[in-house]
C-alpha cells in the first residue's frame, strides 16, 4: 500500500464534520467512488448507485433535512448511497460495506468525511425526493466529505470485552 498503511487508515479514521475551504479534486473523488464500488456485496449483486452531490443548495437542502447531518451543508462535496432492496438478499449491508469503504478512502487520501445515517430514518422519503430517487429504493446513507478543520478523538471498547470464543459469553 501507497497512500497509508492500512492498519493506519483503519484506526486513524474519524468521523470529520468541519471542513476547510478547499475543493475536493475530481480525481479523488473517483478514487472515493472506486473504493465504494469494490466493495464486497452479497452475491455480487452491487445493488447501489452513488450520487456526488457536488451543487452547494442541493447539499443544503439535504442538510436541513437531517437530524445530525446540519455539516452536510458546509462540506465541499457529499456522496449519497442508494441502495435497490430487489437486487440484493442484504442490500443493507452491502450499502454498509460500500459506505465505509468510502470513508477509509476519504481518510487514506487526506480528507475527512463523515457517515450521516438515512436507513429508516424518518427523514429518509424527504431526501429521497429532494434526490429524486425513486420510491422503490433506499438512501442507505449521506456521506460528506472535505479536507479536515478539526482532529477529533474517539476510543473503541477494548477487544477482551467484545470478543469470546467458540460460544457467545465465553472468554
Ligand atoms: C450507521 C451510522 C450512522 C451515523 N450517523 C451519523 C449522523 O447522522 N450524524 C453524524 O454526525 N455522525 C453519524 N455517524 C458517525 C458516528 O457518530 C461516528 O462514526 C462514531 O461516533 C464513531 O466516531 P469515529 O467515526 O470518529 O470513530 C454515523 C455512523 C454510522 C456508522
Not at 97 to 106: D, H
Not at 125 to 134: G, Q, S
Request: charged share 35%; net charge negative; aromatic share 10%.
Amino acid at each position: 500500500m501507497t497512500e497509508m498503511d492500512f492498519f493506519e487508515a483503519v484506526k486513524d479514521r474519524r468521523r470529520i464534520r468541519r471542513y476547510t475551504k478547499e475543493k475536493v479534486s475530481d480525481d479523488f473523488i473517483v478514487k472515493i467512488l472506486e473504493a465504494g464500488r469494490w466493495a464486497p456485496s452479497a452475491d455480487n449483486s452491487q445493488p447501489w448507485n452513488f450520487i456526488v452531490l457536488r451543487d452547494k443548495e442541493v447539499r443544503e437542502r439535504v442538510a436541513e433535512a437531517t437530524t445530525w447531518g446540519e455539516f452536510l451543508a458546509d462540506a465541499p462535496i457529499g456522496v449519497a448511497v442508494v441502495v435497490d432492496p430487489r437486487s440484493s438478499t442484504h442490500s443493507v449491508e452491502d450499502g454498509a460495506a460500500a459506505t465505509e469503504n468510502m470513508l477509509l478512502a476519504a481518510h487514506a487520501l487526506g480528507l475527512g468525511a463523515c457517515w450521516i445515517g438515512s436507513y429508516n430514518s424518518f427523514y429518509e422519503e424527504a431526501v429521497k425526493d429532494i434526490l429524486a430517487i425513486p420510491k422503490d429504493k433506499r438512501l442507505l446513507s449521506i456521506i460528506s466529505i472535505g479536507y479536515p478543520d478539526e482532529y477529533p478523538k474517539k476510543d473503541r471498547k477494548e477487544l477482551r470485552e467484545i470478543t469470546f470464543t467458540d460460544r457467545y459469553g465465553r472468554k
